[in-house]
């Protein structure tokens, strides 16, 4: 029985380094979440999130029915996503940018 040496592929000397992709955290319009809870569930799961801010993006899913809420790493992203989406806000699924 002879066995075949084994021959390890030729590694490219050049390295391509991707960034870690974005994603975004898109909440859409619904009939059933009023102003108050979108703007306390941002301002709760969202770090950074401002009142002020808040307020804005609601306005925004309300009129445009989604807006995107946070953009980052996908870890992060999947966290905020399932946070809000407990709280009772309607998700997009999410997405790279």
Same mark, same amino acid.
């Given at each position: 029985? #002879?066995?075949?040496? !084994?021959?390890?592929?030729?590694?490219?000397? $050049?390295? #391509? %380094?991707?960034?870690?992709?974005?994603? %975004?955290?898109?909440?859409?319009? +619904? +009939?059933?979440?009023?102003?108050? &809870?979108? =703007?306390?569930?941002? !301002?709760?799961?969202?770090? @950074?999130?401002?009142? +002020? %801010?808040?307020?804005?993006?609601? /306005? *925004?899913? &309300? /009129?445009? @029915? *989604?807006? #995107? =809420?946070? =953009? @980052?790493? $996908?870890? *992060?992203?999947?966290?905020?996503?399932? *946070?809000?989406?407990?709280? @009772?806000?309607?998700?997009?699924?999410?997405?790279?940018?």
């Amino acid at each position: 029985m #002879t066995s075949s040496p !084994t021959i390890a592929p030729v590694r490219s000397s $050049q390295v #391509t %380094r991707k960034p870690y992709p974005n994603y %975004r955290v898109i909440v859409l319009n +619904d +009939d059933f979440n009023t102003f108050q &809870h979108v =703007v306390e569930c941002l !301002t709760k799961y969202i770090p @950074g999130m401002t009142s +002020d %801010r808040a307020w804005k993006l609601a /306005n *925004q899913i &309300h /009129n445009e @029915g *989604q807006a #995107t =809420v946070w =953009v @980052g790493p $996908q870890e *992060q992203a999947e966290l905020y996503h399932m *946070q809000l989406s407990r709280a @009772g806000l309607t998700m997009a699924p999410l997405e790279s940018a």
